[in-house]
């Protein structure tokens, strides 16, 4: 069963970066796609980016277009990446990685098979 493990959560304030980690292990076969999510309290999750496992395309929720960048350390995926920069107070929440093997809707958190604990991320104002 593959195992996803997130890391690089904290605290930091509004402008700040962080990176986020997640360390992949246990598969057999690559996926389609991996993406990060993040849900705050009393919200639902909510897709941040995606990176296609074949071609290496990204995409990105409007919210964090231009601040965030997905990736991954190479072909043979062991790491998946999440640096974000110009954080935001609106930007808290639990963030988790999440592993598909079909494509799919890639916003979708039930087009997943796999996620891990998540990560929390913290931006005071």
């Known amino acids: 069963q593959v195992q996803l493990v997130e890391s690089g959560g904290g605290s930091v304030q509004a402008g700040g970066s962080l990176r986020l980690s997640c360390e992949i292990s246990?598969?057999?076969?690559?996926?389609?796609?991996l993406a990060w999510f993040r849900q705050a309290p009393g919200k639902e999750r909510e897709g941040v980016a995606v990176?296609?496992?074949?071609?290496?395309?990204?995409?990105y929720a409007d919210s964090v277009k231009g601040r965030f960048t997905i990736s991954r350390d190479n072909r043979i995926t062991k790491h998946l990446y999440l640096q974000m920069n110009s954080l935001k107070p609106d930007d808290t929440g639990m963030y988790y990685c999440a592993w598909a093997w079909n494509d799919g809707n890639w916003s979708a958190p039930n087009e997943y098979n796999y996620w891990g604990q998540g990560t929390q991320v913290t931006v005071s104002s």
């Open positions: 990176i296609w496992h074949g071609t290496g395309n990204t995409q």
């Open positions: 246990k598969y057999t076969y690559t996926s389609d796609h």
